[in-house]
């Protein structure tokens, strides 16, 4: 575990979304440098609105929140650099020419500023990244000859090439079968070891994260829990926020939820 000092994320009674509109109200939460958060909660329930908050794309309509020690709501400054994206998983065309090590290199533009062209330090630091996610043989294949769990590491690899101080995932196991899936969080986790990185993992799938992260944050529209996974994924808690969508058994907790209806 990395040493907690002090909050990178900060929401202060924060509240987010369109004039009439409320996607997520009065959200107070510290997270920590180095933690590792999974964001769960029903669908609507405002996970993306906070991706997109933390992406500095949404500023609130009430109360602050500060990233890193920024102190601009809007983050529109050179701390846009430091969190890496992994947006959900398009389909990507098996013909569109670009290669794994292009698509990578990508993840340096938003490092370099516009205008600049990368040079061999951003090839190195692309190199780097793909080592990372285990994807170093394939820097020439063309992208969309990949599997879908390599086209994820890949897309890891892009948002570390920004060498980011924090990682924000958007459901990074939609669309791949259950073996990669856990493939994919399994290489988060030793990211989060190895590099140290915060992480915010958004997804729906709790048990494939339940054992990994060191907090989970339950949204609908406001801040149901935040803690170990242990005092969130409690049946009272849990029902409040599924209803009768959930099914708790023994071993595991079963959400019956249409996950890709928002798609």
Known sequence: MASHSSPIIHFD??????????????????????????????????????????????????????????????????????????????VVDRNFPVTVLETVTMGRYGALGLFKRPGRKDREIAMESLSHVGMDMHKDTALGYLSGGQQQRVFIARALAQQPQVLLLDEPTTGLDITTQHNVVELVQH?????????????????????????????????????????????????QVYGKDLVI???????????????
């Open 13 to 90: 009674h924060a509240t987010f979304g369109f004039p009439g509109v409320i996607a997520l109200e009065d959200i107070s939460i510290e997270i920590q440098s180095g933690e590792f958060i999974g964001v769960i909660g029903p669908n609507g329930s405002g996970k993306t609105t906070l991706c997109r908050a933390v992406l500095g794309l949404m500023p609130p309509l009430k109360g602050h929140l500060r990233i890193f020690d920024c102190a601009c709501d809007e983050l529109r400054c050179h701390h846009k650099a430091m969190i890496g994206y992994l947006p959900q998983k398009g």
């Open 191 to 239: 990211l989060h070891e190895e590099l140290g990185l915060t992480i915010l993992l958004i997804t729906h799938d709790i048990n494939m994260i339940r054992s990994r992260v060191d907090r989970l944050v339950l949204l609908k529209t406001r801040l149901y829990a935040a803690g170990p996974p242990a005092d969130v994924l409690k049946p009272d808690i849990l029902s």
């Open 249 to 263: 058994t023994d071993k595991d907790l079963v959400i019956v939820e249409d996950y890709h209806h928002h798609h």
